[in-house]
């Protein structure tokens, strides 16, 4: 697990580590504040990440690490997760940002790693590229998937896929929505919709909606998550995409600007690229760049 994050991070850590001193027990305010600003950390953050350090001069690797940590929440364990069938998760975000992708790698891990049986809900019907590049990833990782044509309602999209969970005995139900529409209002007026109708289906559901957030963004995606989170409300975000980028800083403005739990981060292309998420684990790579490796 250590590793995964330690490769996932290795653009920010490279980043991080030219400027940092290495091997040093102890390092400045003032460097620990570069080296945050350097890591995508936004300026208020690192202010405040600053504030909470002891009022010496220099500052110890548990030090940053104690403060670091604080900003994630821990992810409750759903109990309704592992009882209620079916678990009906509703997928949203900007267009882009790998949701469809991100549905592949959910859909791949509850059925091979969970043993749990799951369809998918092709309800981006605003393109036909995006319906079909759901089916795509149906076949291939061989599970259900509910779709319809181009421009059909999404919400109906979303209430046939949890009748079919209901009469098959299926476990999870994953719903993929559109990023984009006409209008922003529009947008907003689907999600409530789809949302909605899923409650029609089966009372109680959606019961995790889980926003999408590409990573490469960085601070950006703040913004974002922002409007979504007054759109339709969100329990709990994936962030994507974080192989290949120097921005994971951005993580922990995320953390603490949404109060929020992170499930997982993706960190590729392939159905088997998803990682759930371990702040510890995230956070030690970033330590050792910084503070170089503990022996
Ligand atoms: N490198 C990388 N690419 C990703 C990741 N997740 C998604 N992508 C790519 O990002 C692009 C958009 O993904 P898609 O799932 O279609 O986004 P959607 O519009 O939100 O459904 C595709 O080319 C994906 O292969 C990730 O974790 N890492
Ligand atoms: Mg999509």
Redesign the pocket.
Known sequence: MFGFFKKVLNKTTDHIKEIAPQKSDKISKEMLEDILLEADVSYDLVEEIIYYMPPSKTVSRSDVRRVLLSYFIDVEPLKQEEHIKPFVELIF?I????????IAKLAYRYKNELNKSVILGAS?TFRAA?IE?LERWAMRIDVPIVSTKQGHDPSAVAYDTISSAMAKGIDRVIIDTA?RLHTQKNLASELQKIERICNKAKEGTPHRKIL?LDGTQGNAAISQAKAFHEIIGVDALII?????TAKGGALFSIAKELKKPILYI????NEK?LLPFDKEAFVEPILDAIFGEEA
């Not at 994507?240 to 290949?244: A, E, F, Q, Y």
């Not at 993706?266 to 292309?269: K, L």
């Open positions: 975000g267009n882009g940002a790998g949701k469809t992708t991100t981006d995006a590049q990023g999408i994507t995409k974080l192989d290949g993706g960190m590729g292309e690229d």
